[in-house]
């Protein structure tokens, strides 16, 4: 790719979604890609990322350090031939976040976050799920990532349907200092059977049956702990 001065990037991989054309994966451009994403960050459904406060200038500062440390690896997806945002995702190593304090974090494990845009002309059927699957086909690439994982809010439903869809489990709650998660994994091999199925309209997926009452124990609990500054790790 050239550099970031508003010059085309190569994409790094591709991913054709029927009904729409092909995503391109590329990286992150602080510079080029901010006021897109501080539009995304700012909108009800993006609450969950608790950046709905900030202006232009310090999203773009936050993407600038994500950039400049090279710790977290950030990433968008975009439209081929028009150029417009479909994604941001960023990959991290969790055992070198502090997540690793609260499950057993293994060396081929590796974390993601994900912002889809907000929605935009007519629906594309199984885009959300498509846009997973590009994410998971990309940390899966180096062959020493034997799972992912991820944290999700533990009531962000929208988001853990979409984790089942694409081969997710759902392993335990997590009382975190700044919220409550539910902890989700994905096996390589898991991720390969979903993925070998090819274009093909969406595994269909649900959350358990009952699951609202576990959700407001879980928040009631992690409210708890936070003021008392206790942090609940095996649940």
């Not at 190569?10 to 009904?19: D, I, N, R, T």
């Not at 950046?51 to 310090?58: A, F, G, I, K």
């Not at 002309?121 to 990309?138: D, E, N, Q, T, Y």
Request: proline share 6%; charged share 30%; hydrophobic share 45%.
């Amino acid at each position: 790719p050239r550099g970031q001065g508003g010059g085309l990037m190569s994409a790094l991989m591709e991913q054709v979604v029927p009904g729409l054309g092909t995503i391109r994966l590329r990286p992150l451009d602080p510079e080029r890609d901010a006021a897109v994403l501080h539009d995304w960050l700012r909108r009800d459904y993006a609450a969950f990322w608790g950046m709905h406060r900030l202006t232009l200038e310090q999203v773009r500062d936050k993407f600038r350090a994500i950039v400049a440390e090279g710790r977290i690896e950030a990433l968008v997806g975009e439209l081929a031939g028009s150029g417009r945002l479909l994604f941001l995702m960023e990959a991290y190593r969790p055992q070198d976040d502090d997540l690793a304090r609260f499950y057993l974090a293994q060396a081929g494990d590796r974390g993601f976050h994900l912002i889809v845009a907000p929605a935009d002309g007519p629906a594309v059927p199984g885009l959300s799920f498509h846009i997973m699957r590009l994410m998971c086909r990309w940390i899966f690439r180096e062959t020493a990532v034997q799972r992912i994982v991820a944290e999700p809010d533990l009531r962000n439903d929208r988001m853990l349907e979409r984790c089942l869809q694409t081969g997710f489990r759902l392993d335990r709650v997590m009382h975190l200092p700044h919220k409550t998660a539910q902890l989700v994994t994905l096996e390589r091999t898991d991720f390969e059977r979903i993925d070998a199925r090819g274009e093909m309209p969406p595994p269909k997926a649900a959350l358990p049956a009952g699951r609202a009452r576990k959700v407001k124990l879980h928040l009631l609990a992690g409210r708890i702990g936070r003021k008392l500054g206790i942090y609940e790790r095996n649940w």
